[in-house]
Structure formats: C-alpha cells, structure tokens
C-alpha cells in the first residue's frame, strides 16, 4: 500500500508539472487541445493525491508500523477515529492534507468555471497548478509521509525495521475538537488560493473589471468562513484541553491563523467598494495577495518551528522551501501588479470623511493595522535578533494594548458603517439613523458604570456592543415593517423573506451580529477570576456564588490511558447545580508517559466554572484543584456559531423578485445581480 | 478636493500614531530577552536587570513542589564549547504547570535571576521535545 502512495505521489509531481507547462504553453500557441488537456492534468492531480491520502488512511487504519510516519503518530491501541485523524497530525500528513485540499479545491473551481471564463481559466489553472506543485514537490522529496521506519545503526547507517507498537497520537490531539480543527483551517487557509489564482490571471489577461471579484466572491466567503469556524474550534479546544483557563494567548500559532483572517476580513469588505463604486481596485490586489502569502506564511509558521511556541510542532527542514515559495509567489505578484497599474485606474474618488467608502477605508486600515502588529508581535524575536543580535520577544500585554482599541473601534465601524450612505451621508440621515441607538446605549452605559462596570475598555466595549445591537435590529425592524405593510406578509414572513432577498446584505448583518455576541463574551475575560486548593474527601472550596465539594477521589483505568478523577459536587448559592468530573491523564503509548489534563466545565450563560485537576499530593489522600469563574465565555462560541450562520446566510444566492417591476427603473444593484445569473 | 483628502491622511495618521504609541507602551510592558542558559551566565550584571526567557532541558529529576512554588533545574549544552550548564529555576507563577512539564522536556521559563543565582519564575512553558520530533528526525528509535 506504501509503494501505492509513494507512486501516487510520483505521478502527481509529474502531471502537476505537466498541467502547468501544457496550460501555458497551450496559450502561447493557442492550441485548444493543450489548454483542455492541461485542465484534464489538474482534474488527474487530484485523483492522484486522492489516492496517495487513501493510502496513507488506509496505512493508519491497519497500524503499518514499516511507516514511519504511521509509528511516529499511532499506535494500536489508538481509536479508530484518531487513527483517521492521525493523518493530518504530524508534518506529513498535515502538508499532505493541504495539498490534497488545494488540489480539490482546484478541480471544483475548474468544473464551475470553465465554460464562464475561458480567458482566464487556463491561467487560473496554472497559479493553482504552480502552488500545487510546491506541495507534491514538497510531498514527494522533502517531506514524504510515506518512508520507512529505520534503526540508525551505529555507524549511523539506516536499517529497516518494524516496530512492535508505534508511538501513539499526541494525548493533547486525541480530543474531538482536533479531529476537525485542522480540516477547517486548512479549508480556510488553502481556500484564499482560488481568488489570488483569479486575481493573478485577471491581471495577466487584463480583464480588470470586477469579474475576477464576483466569481471569487464565494469562494472568498467559504475560505474567510471555513478560516473562522478553525480559529473558534482551535480556541475552543485550549479552552477545555490546555487547562490554563483561557482560549487565546497570542502564541505565534494562534497568531499565524489570525493573520490571514485579518487581512482576509479586510478583503471581503474592501471588495464592495469596487463592485459598487469602481474603487480600491489596486488595494483589492494588494490584499488578496496578501492574504494568499499569508496563509502560506500561517503555515510555515505552524510548520517550521521557526518561532518559539507551546505548541509542540517540529523542528524540520520545511521553513527553508516555503520561505523561498513565499518570495516567488509574492515578488511575482507584485511584478505582475505593478506592470498592471495602469489599468487599475480608479473610477471615483472619497467624497466625504462620513461616507460609506471612508468607513470601508478606515476598516481595512485598521484591520491591516492589526494584522501588522500581530506580525510584528510574532516576528519580533528574529527581527531583533537580526537587527541587535539579542533576541527580544513581546508578551501578550503587547497584542492586547494593540488590538483591543483596535477591535473597539472595529466594533464602532460595523455599527456604523453599513448605514452610512454612499458618497456623502447628510446630517439628517445620520440623526434619522444613529440618534436612537447611540442615546439607549449610552443611557445603558450611564447605568452599567453605576452597577459597578467601570474597567474602561470593558466598559466600552459593552455600550458599543449594545449600539451595533441595536442598529441591527433598527434595520431588520425597518426592513420588515416596510415589506409587511407592502405585501400583507406577517412581520417574521417579511423578516424571513427580507433576508433571502438580499442575502448579502442580510446575511452580512448576521455576521455582524455574531461578532457582537463573540465580543460580549471575549471582554468577560477581564472579569476572570480563579482559586485553588488541596482539597480531601469532603472538603469544599468557594469563588463568588460557587462552592465546589470533594465527592470522591480516584483512579480510572483504560487501555488507552489511566486518570486521577475527582467527583466534584458544585453549589450555586448553596443549591447543588451539577457534578464535575476533573481529571489528569497518563497516556500508555510511547517511552514518556505524558500526563495530560482534562478539565470539568459547568457553563452557563452567565459564566464558565472551569475545574482543573492539578495533581494529587503527595500522601494520594488530597487533590489539588484549580477553579476559575469566567463571566460570558459561552457567548463567545455562540457568537461563532451566528457568525458562520450568517455566512451560509450570505451566501444562498438571492431570491428572485416576484413582482418584477419595469426593466427600467430596476436599480443597476439588481440588473447586476440578473446578469450574475445568467 | 484637496482640504478633503487632508481630513483622511489627518484621521489615518492620528490612528496610526495612536497604534503606534500602544504598542510602544504594550512591547515596554512585556518584553523579555530570549536567552539560553550560557548566554545568560555570559551577559553578566545585565541578567539581573533584564526581564528574560531563558530555555533548556529539564535535569531528570530536579522537579520539587514546595508549597505554591516548583524548583527545578534545566540544562543545556553550550554549541561552542561543549559544555553543559545549569541553572536551578524557582516557579512561582499563578497558573499550573503545562502538563508537558516533565523530566527532560525541553522548558522555557520568563522571569529574572536573583543575586542569589536563583531563576525566578513567573510563566512558564514546555513542551517534550524527545516524544514527537527528535525521533521523526532520525526514525524511531528502537523500543525498549
């Protein structure tokens, strides 16, 4: 099965290659049967990593242990479905992933766009093929998932071996949330490919219109909604796994998804501006280049070790390559972009500071502004080192000073950027639009500072989520009255229908909405409070209006692993509310046995009690336990989850209209939309 | 068109200048020079004013509780001359140690060094490098 893969691989370096030179060298002739057949070459790769990821699958499946990569991340008593998920848990498997993602995703775009855009798909199909390339390359020569298992002899010569049992998943990936966190944020990460691959082969052919925006639209929506679902579900599983009470730390990995989720985020909005004003043309470039680069660069971070992180990834020879791929992909870019400039020409200029534009403007500044400084944060060790020779890294106060004012005044913007008009928006629209919501949240504020909220950024972050709040409702409200008083429909049939009309826009308030409600729940951390104790049988612990109670102390046994468990009872205001179970793991697989925590969480939407299970002492008798309150941290994943909701909302294609009024006086927003469909 | 195009650059600049300043305030909160165990002995009376991240291996059975706090040691050998040094760490943060904090795992612990030549620490981070990387690098080892 081995050899399978191994051929499968060899195969797919070969037609990757070949896909990319019959393409081009197809449109240099204008010779139609090479063009079809260099798309046939691309649809043949992602059969070809298909089958080498089945193998590898298989592989794990039946603990092939001659593999290295199966003994290094498996072992046989591991469950199947982290024997499955084990694919993608080390170096490997995890670049294999990608590339099979990438060549997936490549031969959508292909079924879908040929026919549409015939100009440009051949070039398309050539940046995708040419990524690809670097991965099967990568794959094939660097990091091969599929090499044998050897004994390094002492002269340091390798000899071929089996082992008895292999060295077991990584307890701290042998968690739900890490089956599919990695799939969602490679979806994300490698789903930003197809625009830059659109946005390339625009430039190349000098079809500069929006056309290249709107094919890729969706795909942008996918990639950017995909990126998110992977930062929520990373976070979350710090959250119950990592047992320090929190689920964002800025740690370099963090940070390398974020990155392009920040520019990504930019991207998506700035976008709108050159569908609807022909603006910001040379900028939407800029962008998708960038957060092309920077999924790559999130990548090499993850897999370099090139910057000191918790997370426990390899030391290995990848960082080079990608680096050099990351300098190709963007000094190429750039080349091409800046010969193009004269047909970037921007049709309109910003009129006015309080208009839609200057809020879209002002938006990706700041978003570029944090994503910079999250760069920075992350870079700065080597960047020190280079520069003074000592390397200096920043903490988290460095990123939080940074990024909160930054999430505020984002927060700001999505409040009120969506209402501004476009051009110019009068004083009157502005009173008509934000007197009512701004006067309720300050009153609120105004209550909230006397309730006792008085951390500052807190406290302004509340009165901010309560204005977006409302001037969301405000729209749907106005939205829906206006259509039930027209059709007859009941408000929530008028609400219902509002928003499969314009999904977009609809959708995006959606969006909006959820990133309130995750913005709720991320400023209760600075209410986080937490206590701890050597707690026998029967001995109770307090914070605020929770008292925990030892029930029981004891020891699990199963194959994969043996635990300390206590059975904790806990009291809310002296009424018992629910049993927590805190425990700490010991692994049975590989030479060092890891112990590995497993948190207890009683959540509410009110605050988190979060358990952990720090040790035993010494005598067996007293577990030391570890209780953290943590106002609101549910909001922050059901804000994650209306955020995708609103997403998928997003991208339903619009409902046509009924009543279709006289092709005339249709808005040019409709006509656009007619046109897209045909 | 122009007095127009000085009130974005002014709004731009004014961010900008404000970021920066935050940053400025937030790197001189929380820096910390990156350090290896040599390293720190080599700058001398620096170390004892600087705030440092200092990483090395913990020595196999150096790990004590004591009440809140954990001394232990980590070790690490110098590239150049070969030697192995050591420096005896006392941890005294607020959050438990990661659960990869065991015997030879590969720690990085933020602080500053006492006169007494005692690493006091207040973060700390670790991870087991032996367990997944080393061996992948040079296949895996016989098992025993």
Request: aromatic fraction near 12%; charged fraction near 15%.
């Amino acid at each position: 099965m081995a050899q399978i893969g191994q051929f499968a691989l060899a195969l797919a370096w070969v037609v990757t290659a070949y896909s990319i030179v019959a393409s081009l060298l197809g449109i240099r002739l204008k010779h139609d049967n090479l063009i079809a057949s260099g798309r046939n070459a691309a649809l043949g790769t992602f059969v070809c990593i298909t089958s080498a990821i089945a193998c590898l699958g298989y592989l794990f499946a039946v603990s092939d242990f001659s593999i290295k990569y199966i003994a290094a991340h498996s072992n046989r008593d591991l469950p199947i479905y982290f024997k499955v998920s084990s694919i993608w848990g080390g170096q490997e498997g995890s670049l294999l992933f990608w590339g099979w993602l990438l060549t997936a995703y490549s031969a959508l775009v292909i079924v879908q766009n040929w026919r549409k855009h015939s100009a440009m798909m051949p070039y398309v199909v050539a940046v995708l093929m040419g990524t690809s390339f670097f991965f099967t390359s990568m794959h094939l020569f660097i990091v091969n998932p599929f090499n044998q298992t050897v004994f390094l002899q002492s002269d340091a010569s390798p000899l071929p071996f089996v082992p008895h049992d292999g060295n077991g998943l990584n307890p701290l990936l042998q968690d739900p949330y890490m089956v599919i966190h990695p799939p969602m944020l490679y979806l994300g990460f490698v789903g930003f490919a197809v625009p830059f691959a659109f946005a390339i082969a625009a430039m190349i052919t000098k079809q500069l219109g929006d056309t290249w925006i709107r094919t890729t639209r969706r795909w942008t929506m996918v990639a950017w909604m995909f990126l998110s679902i992977g930062i929520m579900l990373g976070g979350k599983w710090a959250y119950h796994e990592l047992g320090w009470g929190g689920f964002w730390a800025w740690d370099p990995v963090e940070n390398a998804s974020m990155m392009p989720w920040l520019i990504g985020t930019a991207f998506l909005h700035s976008v709108m501006v050159q569908e609807k004003k022909g603006m910001l043309k040379v900028w939407n470039m800029v962008l998708i280049i960038l957060t092309f680069i920077m999924s790559i660069f999130g990548t090499l971070l993850t897999r370099s070790g090139m910057v000191q992180s918790v997370h426990a990834f390899a030391q290995s020879p990848v960082g080079g390559y990608f680096r050099a791929f990351i300098i190709v992909a963007l000094s190429g870019a750039l080349y091409l972009l800046f010969d193009r400039l004269p047909y970037l020409k921007s049709e309109n200029q910003m009129e006015s500071i309080v208009s839609r534009e200057s809020s879209f403007m002002f938006n990706n500044l700041i978003l570029l502004a944090a994503c910079f400084a999250v760069f920075w944060g992350t870079m700065f060790p080597i960047i020190s080192e280079a520069a003074t020779g000592s390397k200096i890294t920043v903490g988290p106060p460095f990123f939080n000073k940074v990024n909160v004012p930054i999430a505020i005044f984002l927060m700001f913007l999505t409040g009120v950027g969506p209402l501004l008009a476009w051009r110019r928006a009068s004083t009157n629209s502005l009173k008509r639009n934000f007197l009512s919501p701004a006067v309720i949240a300050l009153a609120s504020g105004v209550a909230l500072y006397f309730r006792g909220v008085q951390h500052f950024y807190a406290w302004l972050s509340i009165v901010m989520s309560i204005f977006v709040t409302l001037t969301i409702i405000r729209e749907f409200y106005k939205g829906a009255a206006a259509r039930s008083s027209g059709t007859g429909e009941t408000f929530l049939e008028a609400i219902v229908n509002l928003t499969l009309r314009n999904t977009r826009r609809y959708g995006g308030y959606v969006v909006h909405f959820g990133f309130v409600l995750l913005f709720i729940g991320w400023t209760g951390q600075a209410f986080t409070t937490d206590a701890e104790g050597e707690m026998g049988v029967g001995d109770t612990l307090s914070i605020r209006e929770y008292t925990l109670r030892v029930d029981k102390l004891g020891i699990e046994d199963t194959p994969n692993y043996a635990s300390d468990k206590a059975t904790i009872s806990l009291f809310e205001y002296g009424k018992k509310v629910a049993n927590l179970y805190p425990e700490k793991r010991l692994y049975k697989a590989g030479q060092e046995k890891q112990p590995t925590t497993e948190v207890s969480i009683y959540s509410t939407a009110k605050n988190d009690v979060y358990l952990v299970f720090q040790g035993g002492t010494r005598d067996g008798k007293k577990a030391i336990i570890q209780v953290f309150y943590n106002p609101l941290t549910m909001w922050v994943w059901i804000g994650g989850i209306v955020l995708v909701a609103g997403t998928l909302i997003a991208l339903l294609p619009n409902k046509k209209t009924i009543l279709r009024r006289r092709p005339e006086i249709e808005s040019k927003e409709e006509r656009k939309e007619v046109e897209e469909k045909v | 068109m122009k007095r127009k195009q000085l009130k974005f650059v002014a709004g731009s600049v004014v961010i900008i200048l404000t970021l920066a300043y935050l940053a400025y305030s937030g790197f001189k909160e929380g820096n910390a020079y990156y350090q290896t165990v040599s390293e720190l002995y080599a700058s001398k009376d620096q170390a004892y004013t600087r705030r440092l991240k200092v990483a090395g291996d913990v020595v196999p059975g150096s790990i004590q509780r004591e009440g809140k706090s954990i001394n232990f040691m980590i070790s690490q050998q110098d590239e150049k001359t070969k030697q192995v040094e050591t420096l005896t760490v006392k941890y005294v943060g607020n959050d438990a140690p990661p659960d990869t904090f065991v015997d030879r795992a590969q720690a990085v612990v933020e602080g500053q060094l006492g006169r007494d030549g005692v690493f006091v620490a207040n973060k700390m981070q670790a991870k087991c490098a032996s367990k997944y990387e080393k061996e992948s690098a040079a296949g895996v080892r016989k098992s025993d």
